[in-house]
């Protein structure tokens, strides 16, 4: 598979967000994945099949998917089609303050390009025409913002990246239920709860699966149970604190979620390749 660096298209190294227009004709049919970025593609104009893997799907104007970084695709019988790339390095996703709590961001940001790479395209956003034209002014700012490179333009590129993300995000939410739909709904309680106690039974009525359902399905898609990803953020949130505050390893380990700090420990060291204190003194170390 032909994987292409963001670079490639990109002369800001700094900035982890790239925009360009793109047209494809008949004949345009070359698959390829990214290197080092996703993708969200934005239908303008025209239609087209997308492909994904070893099966394709017929794109029209309004129609918005992400494509991560694992996920070989392209496009075939193109017909006028006019499409907005927005690349972006997948790490600002986790700096997206609470919009990752809202289901239609955990659905198209999250679980559908992971569902992509694992099964197959499971369809994306389709846009309704109010909110389609207000995501054309949007990308059309963004773009003369972005190719101006005036005053100020990667912070108004990032914002304006922030806004389109926030409104693609309530448009999935109001589509028609889907088990991505569910999917999604149960990983933005866990996006918000994770520090509590969330047991397989609560996150199984939220989605409105049997357990043994959810944890198929959330496997399926993410390649953890809903427990190991539940442990991840809080382990992921402990590294935080342990570096950023000074509060002991058994306080760090109660407001991570843990009420055994013996657990928490060695759960840490499972994942860090060390202790929770060593991790500390480590982190104080490279700080100078």
Not at 35 to 62: P, Q, T
Not at 71 to 76: A, R
Not at 157 to 171: E, G, I, K
Request: one cysteine or more; glycine letters at 6%; hydrophobic letters at 40%.
């Amino acid at each position: 598979m032909i994987r292409f660096p963001m670079s490639l298209f990109s002369s800001h190294s700094d900035f982890p967000i790239h925009l360009q227009y793109g047209q494809h004709s008949a004949d345009d049919c070359y698959m390829h994945g990214h290197e080092d970025y996703f993708e969200m593609v934005v239908v303008l104009e025209g239609r087209a099949e997308h492909l994904v893997g070893e099966d394709s799907y017929k794109i029209s104007a309004g129609d918005v998917f992400v494509i991560n970084s694992s996920t070989e695709h392209g496009f075939k019988s193109a017909d006028k089609i006019v499409i907005c790339n927005i690349m972006f390095k997948p790490e600002i996703l986790g700096q997206m303050f609470n919009i990752a709590e809202t289901e239609g961001f955990q659905a198209l940001f999250i679980l559908e390009p992971q569902f992509t790479q694992n099964h197959r395209f499971s369809g994306g956003l389709r846009l309704p025409a109010e909110s389609f034209v207000q995501v054309r002014m949007l990308i059309e700012q963004m773009m003369e913002e972005y190719n101006r490179c005036g005053e100020g333009w990667q912070t108004l590129v990032y914002a304006d990246f922030l806004r389109l993300c926030v409104l693609l995000s309530s448009n999935y939410s109001a589509q028609p239920e889907t088990d991505i739909m569910r999917l999604s709904r149960t990983k933005a309680y866990i996006e918000k709860h994770f520090c509590e106690e969330i047991s397989n039974a609560v996150l199984a009525d939220i989605a409105g699966y049997s357990e043994r359902q959810l944890i198929r399905l959330f496997r399926s898609a993410m390649d953890m149970t809903p427990k190991n990803y539940i442990n991840s953020l809080r382990i992921h949130k402990s590294r935080h604190l342990l570096r950023s505050t000074g509060l002991s390893v058994g306080e760090i380990a109660w407001q991570c979620g843990f009420n055994d700090q013996n657990y928490f420990s060695r759960l840490f060291r499972r994942n860090a390749g060390m202790s929770p204190t060593d991790f500390r003194n480590k982190a104080a170390e490279s700080r100078g």
